[in-house]
């Protein structure tokens, strides 16, 4: 082996590492937010959550950005750690395929049909199609998929690359010595994690044990320790993930580690305990490819089967090694790890974006409570969710510019475009909740009363206000176009209910029912309780726009109003909300 192999080995990982990679990416965006609400929804229990950790890990190939992307959600007070636990377990099994797809490079036969079973047989022919998917169709959702195929066929590249370079070190007597080393289980074991963290691929760190395997110098003695080794090495990348976190999300990372270094511990006493008594045979045989993915496997479910039982267990103990902070927040935000899977991204401030628009409407029903009793109490409280709602424009609008320049899917992009809009919408919303808290302080400090007739005509108009705000916000998370196309006749009957007002008003002036200041509070009124309705109906067209990809808002409005179904809604709504008879 001379020094050109060297470069080929390095030039091998380099291939690999980008394949996978890519084709983790590819899935990953694919997949969107829906990785992210599965992991939410089907982690009630530790045995749900395993085998959500092993599908999840298998869609994706890719168990460190899993972790990564649970380090990110307990850290946004999305998740908590007891649910963490079986995903990091079921994603240690999942990682494990990639070894099982490696090991047909081994395959030997005459036969056409089986020898296509080799991936560098067939890997060419799902590079040639993924490059026409990624050249030749203008669906992005077809391009992903091309993106996947081309990682794929780079990956096993790089495996046979690796495994053509390190072949000569069969005939090298000094490798042979080299490799008596690894005899000794704690070497085998620091070899893997240390090499497993430098390239902080387990993946790759199997890929190359396999190639070595090839050469016929590894013998299950050796290659079992170091098998137990890679799993340690992969905590790096979680270890790393959960720099500058919150502690509860460094909890995350420690379960992960607390769990492969115990079971590592546990397996080499039970395992060599038992060779030291029943001398297994088979410790001196050579391993091939298939025999390294069978290790690899076996450890990874027998370490789960033994240490499920124990995860309240592995949850206490990582609570007793990072202990608990007082971080002083007032609410949870979305953590930047959550950026390195988009689409989970997306989905999580989606989430983030209702819990803003559900502050936006406690806003405006505690300032509709004010007009009637005043409080001190309510308009703090009133100043606290405005100060809130600003953070969450803020912050939520340069969450979602940075999260789509990470390569999302078109489906992410309509959602991202969705929020941005409507966060603009909610926080004007808080807006002329304040307005509202303002004319009622001015009711109040000027010991102001509405007439009767002019308080009844009000009720109706808040109920529908109450309405419109309801269906807005059970339309928007999630999206449900259907609810949404109930919003636009309700904003016109309210249009229509305040211009009715409006004419009730200057009638009641002219008779003497009514002042001239009283008058300037009802306007103002009426006014930001219309601006509120305008509000709703834009973040009802962004998502039937999000939802069928129709035309631009005016567009659909014009659309919408000429449909007889409009007609029908308003036609419901005009009879519900109605003015009293003057």
């Known amino acids: 082996m001379d020094i050109f192999s060297v470069f080929t080995l390095c030039g091998g990982l380099a291939f690999f590492l980008y394949g996978m990679t890519v084709m983790s990416k590819s899935l990953e965006k694919m997949a969107g937010g829906k990785l992210e609400r599965m992991l939410k929804r089907m982690t009630s229990n530790p045995f749900k959550s395993l085998l959500l950790g092993a ?11 899993m972790t990564v992307m649970l380090v990110g959600l307990v850290n946004s007070g999305v998740m908590e750690l007891g649910q963490t636990i079986g995903v990091i377990m079921g994603s240690n099994i999942g990682t494990t395929l990639t070894a099982w797809i490696l090991s047909l490079t081994g395959i030997e036969s005459e036969s056409v049909f089986v020898n296509l079973l080799k991936p560098e047989n067939f890997s060419p022919l799902i590079a040639l199609a993924g490059i026409l998917l990624i050249m030749g169709s203008k669906r992005q959702r077809r391009r992903d998929v091309g993106r996947i195929m081309m990682g794929f066929a780079i990956l096993m590249y790089g495996m046979e690359l690796m495994s053509d370079s390190v072949s000569p070190l069969a005939e090298m007597p000094q490798f042979a010595g080299l490799l008596t080393a690894f005899e000794n289980p704690l070497l085998g074991v620091l070899v893997g994690a240390v090499f497993t963290g430098i390239i902080q691929s387990s993946a790759a760190s199997v890929a190359i044990l396999q190639a070595l395997a090839m050469t016929g110098s590894i013998t299950y003695g050796m290659a079992i320790p170091v098998i137990m080794g890679q799993n340690i090495g992969t905590c790096v990348t979680a270890l790393i993930s959960s720099i500058g976190v919150n502690r509860n999300a460094k909890r995350v990372a420690v ?19 038992g060779d030291l008594f029943l001398h297994f045979a088979f410790m001196d045989q050579t391993v091939g490819a298939v025999g ?69 409407r406690e806003n405006i029903c505690l300032a509709v409570d004010q007009i009637a009793h005043y409080s001190r109490e309510r308009e703090t409280q009133i100043t606290q969710n405005e100060d809130k709602l600003d953070i969450y424009e803020d912050r939520l609008g340069n969450y979602l510019v940075e999260a789509s320049q990470h390569g999302l899917s078109m489906q992410d992009m309509r959602t991202v475009s969705r929020l941005l809009q409507a966060i603009g919408d909610f926080e004007r919303i808080g807006d002329h909740a304040v307005n509202i808290q303002e004319s009622a302080q001015e009711l109040h400090d000027k010991e102001l009363r509405f007439s009767d007739s002019a308080w009844e005509e ?64 009802l306007s103002d009124l009426l006014t930001n309780i219309e601006r509120v309705s305008d509000h709703c109906s834009n973040i009802a067209v962004s998502v039937i726009q999000e939802q069928d990809g129709g035309p631009g808002g005016h567009a659909y409005l014009q659309e919408v109003k000429a449909g007889g179904a409009f007609s029908e809604d308003l036609r419901r709504d005009q009879k519900k909300y109605h003015l009293p008879e003057a």
């Open 55 to 65: 599908g999840i890990t298998i869609a994706i190939q890719s168990s460190s950005a």
């Open 255 to 273: 379960v992960h580690i607390s769990f492969n270094i115990i079971g590592t511990a546990v397996c080499l006493v039970l395992f060599y305990g």
């Open 292 to 360: 390294i993915a069978f290790c690899h496997t076996a450890f990874n479910v027998f370490t789960t089967i033994l240490l499920l039982p124990f995860s309240r267990q592995l949850e206490k103990l990582a609570r007793r090694l990072v202990r608990t902070e007082n971080t002083g927040k007032g609410f949870a935000f979305l953590d930047p790890l959550l950026l390195r899977t988009p689409g989970a991204a997306v989905s999580e401030s989606a989430a983030m974006a209702g819990r803003m628009g559900q502050a936006a």
């Open 458 to 521: 009000l009720q109706v108009l808040l109920a529908a206000l109450d309405d419109i705000l309801d269906l807005t916000l059970r339309s928007f998370q999630p999206p449900d176009a259907d609810t949404a196309r109930q919003v636009e006749p309700l904003e016109e009957t309210i249009d229509q209910l305040i211009e009715e007002i409006r004419t009730r008003h200057t009638q009641r002036l002219q008779t003497g029912q009514c002042t001239i200041q009283l008058g300037f509070v």
